[in-house]
Every structure is written in structure tokens, then in C-alpha cells.
T-cell receptor, first 117, second 117 residues
Framework: AQSVTQLDSHVSVSEGTPVLLRCNYS??????LFWYVQHPNKGLQLLLK??????LVKGINGFEAEFKKSETSFHLTKPSAHMSDAAEYFC???????????????FGRGTQLTVWP | GAVVSQHPSRVICKSGTSVKIECRSL??????MFWYRQFPKKSLMLMAT?????????EQGVEKDKFLINHASLTLSTLTVTSAHPEDSSFYIC?????????????FGEGSRLTVL
């Protein structure tokens, strides 16, 4: 089955230290991939997206992710965590299979990022 | 970027009443919108796909008579929770895609927190 797997349900870091949120995908081809962030009681905001252009994708708020086909990974990183980064992060893959409904998504289970002062 | 507005953001109702949640695409036309339900500390669960001018497509296990979806125009979809019960309390999120230049990315509303007493 084609899906995304977020390896960590919780990640805790100290403010100012690097952030790594892991995501692996399973697909028979190079998919589009997204990272979304959700703050408490809010909708989802797109952080960045990979659509088969550059493998290193830069997003908002200093986040970036690297698409590695050899590792089937799309890990999200940030050099220096800020308190405002504390939120839930979702790795997402659209279902672009032939015949599928445009807009269906595969969601990872989410990773809760805690940032300690 | 594209904006999706959801209203109300919070609603509290008595058991047995019906509640309507609106989802609007503010600066683009959305022939398809999606309704999700999110339980605490969980990922998003797709409930149904809302198609403009036709019946919604419900996911397995979602009661279509309980969760009525109407997509009356290219910018508005509504979700009505009928005869709400406490177990319907949840965070409901809608999303839409801008069809032009579609790359799989969805734009999400801010979510609606429903509490049924």
C-alpha cells in the first residue's frame, strides 16, 4: 500500500537546538510530498512541498526537507528550534493514482514537537 | 496562498440538536472539498468528499444520515451534524484544492470544535 510513515509520535528539543522529524514513504514512483503543521485547535498550514523539482525543499519558518529516493525519506529539519515551533507536524502524500479522487491524501500519524526553554 | 474559511470555529450544543458547519474557499473555486474529523492527539480521518452539484462520497463507516454534506456552490460546502450526541464531539476540518495547476496540495480551514453536552 502506498502511504507515509512518521517514525516518531513525540520529539522534544531545547530551544536553539536542531529539529529532525522523520518521514518515510512507500510508493512505486516518486510521489509529491508535503509537510503540514497544526497548532492547537487550528487547521493545517503548509510548511513545504516536494513536487519532483529540487530534492532539497525550503519552507516557511526556517524549515526544510530533503527528498531522498534511495532511502524513501522526506525528513523535516530546522537548524534552531524556537518556542513557537511547538505543534503537531504531519507528513502527507496526495493520492495521484489514476482514477483516484483528486485531493485525497495519505496522512502520517503526526509528530508532536515540544520545545523546552 | 489560497484561503479556506471555516465557521463557526467553536460551537456548543445540546444533545439532539443539529449543527451546521460552513467551509468556504475565499479566493478560488473548489469543485471538490473534503471533510475530516480529528480526535484528540490523533491524525485526521477523512469523512467524506464533497462534490459541487452532486452527492457527497462518504468513507466507509461514516453515517451519511448523521453527517449531511451539501456543496451548493463552487465556494461553499456545509457539514450538518444531525441529532448530535456527545460522541460526536470532535474537531472537524475541511479542505479544498485549487484545481488550476493542481499538484496535490490542499488548503485547510481553521477547523471547528464541536462540543455536544
Amino acid at each position: 500500500a502506498q502511504s507515509v510513515t512518521q517514525l516518531d509520535s513525540h520529539v522534544s528539543v531545547s530551544e536553539g537546538t536542531p529539529v529532525l522529524l522523520r518521514c518515510n514513504y512507500s510508493s512505486s514512483y516518486s510521489p509529491s510530498l508535503f509537510w503540514y503543521v497544526q497548532h492547537p485547535n487550528k487547521g493545517l498550514q503548509l510548511l513545504l512541498k516536494y513536487t519532483s523539482a529540487a530534492t532539497l525543499v525550503k519552507g516557511i519558518n526556517g524549515f526544510e526537507a530533503e527528498f531522498k529516493k534511495s532511502e524513501t525519506s522526506f525528513h523535516l529539519t530546522k537548524p534552531s528550534a524556537h518556542m513557537s515551533d511547538a505543534a503537531e507536524y504531519f507528513c502527507v502524500r496526495p493520492n495521484l493514482d489514476r482514477g483516484s479522487t483528486l485531493g485525497r491524501l495519505y496522512f502520517g500519524r503526526g509528530t508532536q514537537l515540544t520545545v523546552w526553554p | 496562498g489560497a484561503v479556506v474559511s471555516q465557521h463557526p470555529s467553536r460551537v456548543i450544543c445540546k444533545s439532539g440538536t443539529s449543527v451546521k458547519i460552513e467551509c468556504r474557499s475565499l479566493d478560488f473555486q473548489a469543485t471538490t472539498m473534503f471533510w475530516y474529523r480529528q480526535f484528540p492527539k490523533k491524525s485526521l480521518m477523512l469523512m467524506a468528499t464533497s462534490n459541487e452539484g452532486s452527492k457527497a462520497t462518504y468513507e466507509q463507516g461514516v453515517e451519511k444520515d448523521k453527517f449531511l454534506i451539501n456543496h451548493a456552490s463552487l465556494t461553499l460546502s456545509t457539514l450538518t451534524v444531525t441529532s448530535a450526541h456527545p460522541e460526536d464531539s470532535s474537531f472537524y476540518i475541511c479542505s479544498a484544492s485549487a484545481q488550476r495547476g493542481y499538484t496535490g496540495e490542499l488548503f485547510f480551514g481553521e477547523g471547528s470544535r464541536l462540543t455536544v453536552l
